[in-house]
């Protein structure tokens, strides 16, 4: 008979055996209340700005206290949300936008046009389509309190999309005293209009963090679609519990002390689907691409010949079975395996598990002599550090001194941002994910700019490509976009402006009394949701 590791948890509580088990599984004394939901989110939340860090979890906790001027249905396409009414000029350079009726912030006040302006004009800072908004506008600003503009030097039929779009940091709308701080300067102040409150009284940074319903939030009258229509909250509070070993997290969700887990272990999938009680579901259904960054202001990676040398070296398949429990597909092209603008250009260098030697001969090119590559590992993501682990292992077979820099996922967050040398604080590599939904537009993934100390972490920079990327917005036809992508991709694999690591499917588990969980890639929203 076999004893599967589920099993032997539950004899050793029979047996009084001693587990090292966080205080939510012993501090309960009464079953959790029907209108809480209690959720194990994937890592901790460190940076509570959206703006500032494009982490899954912080982005989560944008979708739930603030609120987007449009949002995507389950179709991708943009629809009206804090916007009522909107309409460009007959020369397409001049959008006007409403605020619809109801909206508020938490504090009380009303959201204005003002808000808006200085929202957008934060995330232009950062987010790949912001900044193209930014470099194509001539003006945006307010008409009246409910009114706003985007002025634009030339039409940009793609305006709407970039607004509503959820890749990188979504544009989130903030008070106009919050978003008038730099993109890289962290907002304080948890205060925005959406469908929840965040309680700062019951925050516990590393243990919990508690939202409450907006009982003042005005929902669109329109159905539920994707993340657009009305946000209809069915729960009181949400408690995101961080439970960083992961059996321990399992067994909590067996005894109905949890409702979901973002990313249960592989070994315990079995012994979840036997449970009567719980599911395992895929909420990203266009999956996961593993990517690979590397830091191209500082050595070894600002020499071309070290990006390549990583490039030849990684087996895609090795790192699929760490990153993909479920399996999965390497992946050749920039764009994803299945955009409509994937393609096979510049892609010889692909070859089955990798090729060491030809890695090996690259970084002798480069002139590596010795010096420290440090690889973020986050102890938290399993999956990740497990692959960091492979990384370096790999590294050091031919020749690399690789070294881990272990910490969870909030502390890599905070850390990938410092631009300086590893002696003062920097970094090399750190492996990360993107969803396959962002892949097919270059100002929609923030892995796709390549525009140097304006471009995501790992700053690549190559004018060429830019160049290419540039035109992206202005491509009317898909066959026009198809063969721009097969000469961007031609491009960004010769100078290496990332690595990627796989395509993978991953399921989000759930005990089967919370339904109603909303499907769409890169976030889970809150509402929506109900638990029997």
């Known amino acids: 008979m076999r004893i599967s590791r589920r099993d032997l948890f539950k004899v050793g509580i029979a047996a009084g055996t001693s587990f090292p088990i966080p205080s939510i599984l012993w501090a309960q004394t009464v079953p959790t209340a029907l209108r809480t939901v209690r959720m194990v989110k994937g890592s901790g939340l460190a940076v509570l700005d959206p703006i500032v860090s494009t982490t899954t979890v ?26 009522g009414r909107w309409g460009v000029s007959d020369d397409r350079r001049t959008y006007t936008f409403e605020l619809r009726d109801g909206l508020g912030w938490h504090d009380g006040t009303p959201v204005t046009a003002a808000d808006c302006v200085a929202s957008i004009r934060r995330w232009g800072q950062v987010h790949p389509g912001g900044q193209l908004i930014m470099a194509r506008a001539s003006d945006i600003s307010k008409k009246d309190d409910k009114t706003f503009t985007i002025a ?58 508690t939202y409450d ?111 993909g429990p479920n399996g999965g597909r390497p992946v050749t092209s920039i764009f994803g395996n299945d955009t409509l603008v994937s393609n096979d250009e510049n892609t010889g260098w692909y070859k089955k598990g990798g090729d060491p030697k030809k890695a090996e001969q690259l970084f002798k090119e480069a002139g590596y002599a010795g010096e420290m590559v440090v690889i ?18 790999a590294l050091r077979k031919i020749g690399v001194n690789a070294e881990l820099a272990p910490s969870d996922w909030g502390g890599i967050a905070k850390r990938r941002a410092n631009k300086g040398p590893v002696e003062n604080g920097g970094w090399n590599i ?11 537009d270059p100002f929609a993934s923030p892995f796709l700019p390549a525009n140097g100390d304006k471009a995501w972490y790992g700053w690549p920079k190559n004018d060429e490509y ?53 499907s769409m890639p890169v976030v889970v929203p809150m509402w929506n949701m109900r638990k029997a």
């Open 58 to 83: 912080t982005q989560d906790h944008g979708l739930a206290i603030y609120d987007n001027l449009f949002s995507i249905d389950s179709k991708f396409m943009p629809q009206p949300q804090m916007v």
């Open 152 to 209: 634009l030097k030339e039409p940009l039929g793609i305006l709407i999309d970039m607004l509503a779009t959820l890749a990188g940091s979504c544009l989130f709308i903030m008070r106009e005293k919050d978003a008038t701080r730099p993109a890289t300067e962290q907002v304080t102040a948890n205060i925005g209009s959406g469908p929840f409150k965040f309680n700062e009284a019951l925050a516990k940074p590393g243990a919990s963090i």
């Open 213 to 323: 319903r907006n009982d003042q939030y005005v929902p669109r009258k329109e159905p539920s679609d994707g993340l657009a229509g009305g946000k209809i909250v069915n729960v009181d509070r949400v408690i995101w519990d961080v439970i960083a070993d992961q059996q321990t997290a399992v067994a909590a969700l067996q005894a109905g002390e949890v409702d979901y887990i973002e990313t249960p272990p592989a070994d315990l999938y079995s012994s979840i689907e036997s449970d009567p009680n719980l599911e395992l579901q895929v909420l990203e259904k266009t999956g996961w691409d593993g990517c690979l960054r590397m830091n191209f202001l500082q050595p070894p990676f600002n020499n071309l010949k070290a990006r390549q040398a990583v490039l030849h070296l990684i087996d895609q398949e090795a790192f699929i079975k760490i990153m």
């Open 376 to 393: 973020l590992q986050p102890t938290d993501w399993m999956e990740a550090s497990n692959a960091s682990q492979f990384l370096a292992a």
């Open 430 to 440: 750190f492996i990360t994910t993107g969803s396959e939904y962002a892949l097919g």
């Open 466 to 518: 830019e160049a290419l990327r540039v035109k992206w917005a202005d491509v009317a036809t898909l066959e026009e976009r198809k063969a721009l992508a097969r000469k961007m991709q031609g491009i960004w694999w010769d100078f290496v402006g990332d690595v990627r690591l796989g395509q993978y499917f991953l399921p989000i588990a759930r005990r089967k009394t919370l339904t109603g969980l909303i």
